[in-house]
T-cell receptor, first 108, second 115 residues
């Protein structure tokens, strides 16, 4: 199991860039790194997924160093609606256990 | 994109009754689905892995006779909470695997309240 470690919480202000880092020291060769966003009383929503280097989509970027032992989710210019819990998931052989996640609070 | 639905979105039942929750993959086939439970302010707790055509694999501490999982088709998995008690009240979420990178997509969740 590729256990993940994230900061429990983070605060930011509207318009700032937010970077959330996840540690996954025992990631396996075939593992992908996936980030999810969850609002209260909703299922997690897929944000971005990557294997190495950098991945970018319309909502976020994902930075993965060469050793892949960590990853950083970057949210550009956050708004109040980005207040949520963010989870990184490193899955192996369908072992889909989540870590504690990071509770991001965006302030006006 | 891959869409997963759940039904019902919320249910209230009396203690001792059974409740069935359905999880459907709407635009893809899923040989593997997952069931999670989430208590307030906590992370998702994996309950079981549901495999189409075979028995589910339960996480340690999850009673398989209480949480019955059936994955009879490639688009439907059901979770039945048998003889529900107030401590079973929780938010139940399912997910399904899609794509070559085995991305997990989640349903909207089902809020269960046992009185």
């Amino acid at each position: 199991l590729a256990k993940t470690t994230q900061p429990i919480s983070m605060d930011s202000y509207e318009g700032q860039e937010v970077n959330i880092t996840c540690s996954h020291n025992n990631i396996a060769t075939n593992d992908y790194i996936t980030w999810y966003q969850q609002f209260p009383s909703q299922g997690p929503r897929f944000i971005i997924q990557g294997y190495k280097t950098k991945v970018t989509n319309e909502v976020a970027s994902l930075f993965i160093p060469a050793d892949r032992k960590s990853s950083t989710l970057s949210l550009p210019r956050v708004s109040l609606s980005d207040t949520a819990v963010y989870y990184c998931l490193v899955a192996r052989n369908n072992d889909m256990r989540f870590g504690a996640g990071t509770r991001l609070t965006v302030k006006p | 994109g891959a869409v997963v639905s759940q039904h019902p979105s919320r249910v209230i039942c009396k203690s001792g009754t059974s409740v069935k929750i359905e999880c459907r993959s709407l635009d893809f086939q899923a040989t593997t689905m997952f069931w999670y439970r989430q208590f307030p302010k906590q992370s998702l707790m994996l309950m079981a892995t549901s495999n189409e055509g075979s028995k589910a694999t339960y996480e340690q501490g999850v009673e398989k006779d209480k949480f019955l999982i059936n994955h009879a088709s490639l688009t439907l998995s059901t979770l039945t909470v048998t003889s529900a008690h107030p401590e079973d009240s929780s938010f139940y979420i399912c997910s399904a695997i899609a794509g070559s990178q085995e991305t997990q997509y989640f349903g909207p969740g089902t809020r269960l309240l046992v009185l």
